[in-house]
């Protein structure tokens, strides 16, 4: 039997691991490391940084590649789906050639293996092919980590709010009658598309990591700051992961 625990290691910061996690990662026998690619080797060097930080037993550490996505696969689901499958196909390479006797596997997860992460999806897949006990860990995620760094609640009193993507607010725009809104996943300031009367926005660039930027204002007069901003930071790093959070009344 192969244990696999997916472990959230928060946005960054090896601060953010819980004594749980750390404890998983020493009970592990396998611990994997997606690599290859600007902002992959970073964040390796941060899963492995971390790992030299807490881990006090003798575990081995395995980097692996991440094959691309698809992009000649035009349907979006149809690419992600493509993309899991071939993951998880070398996901079990690695275990095979690692504990071909069975024992435990850890995976750290960026943020929390529950929100806009592909790795339970992905152990899903292995389980169909071998028998496989799955464990989560918990992490901050990046949600928490923004509105840390602002200082703000992530609601209003008694009041909901939506977490959604770049893609679904640049083609659905907000979502009615919801006051705040968390964006994940934008890689093209969806919030340009969008009319800025009443908005103020929260906006964190590598939230929890080293370099973490943070800006706040009312959307019509600071857009263009954001967008320079986040330019000057991807041609700095090669990368950049950002996260913010549209407030629909100014304070």
């Known amino acids: 039997m192969i244990t696999l625990t997916l472990v959230g290691i928060g946005s960054g910061n090896p601060e953010h691991l819980t004594l749980q996690a750390v404890r998983a990662l020493n009970d592990a026998d396998l611990i994997l490391i997606p690599e290859k690619g600007k902002a992959k080797d970073e964040l390796a060097q941060v899963r492995r940084e971390i790992c030299a930080n807490v881990l006090t037993s003798d575990v081995h550490i395995q980097g692996f590649d991440l094959p691309i996505r698809n992009e000649a696969i035009t349907d979006y689901d149809a690419r992600v789906n493509d993309w899991h499958d071939r993951i998880a196909v070398i996901w079990k390479q690695q275990i095979d050639a690692h504990l071909p006797d069975g024992g435990k596997v850890a995976f750290l997860v ?5 929100l806009y992460d592909s790795t339970l999806r992905i152990a ?14 918990p992490g901050i995620t990046s949600i928490q980590t923004l509105t840390a760094a602002h200082a703000i609640p992530v609601n209003t009193i008694n009041g909901p709010f939506v977490v959604t993507t770049g893609r679904r607010l640049r083609d659905e725009g907000l979502p009615a009658g919801i006051e705040n809104v968390i964006v994940m ?5 969806s919030f340009t598309g969008l009319n800025p ?15 973490e930027i943070n ?33 629909r009344s100014t304070p």
């Open 197 to 211: 009367d009443g908005l103020h926005i929260y906006w964190t660039a590598y939230a929890g990591m080293e370099g």
């Open 215 to 247: 800006l706040s204002g009312p959307l019509s007069e600071i857009t263009d700051e954001i967008i320079a901003t986040r330019k000057a930071a991807r041609e700095d790093r090669g990368w950049v992961m950002d996260i913010y959070m549209l407030v």
């Open 110 to 114: 960026w943020g929390d293996p529950s």
């Open 124 to 137: 899903d897949r292995i389980q169909a092919n071998m028998p496989l006990d799955v464990k989560v860990i």
């Open 185 to 189: 996943l934008d890689g093209e300031c």
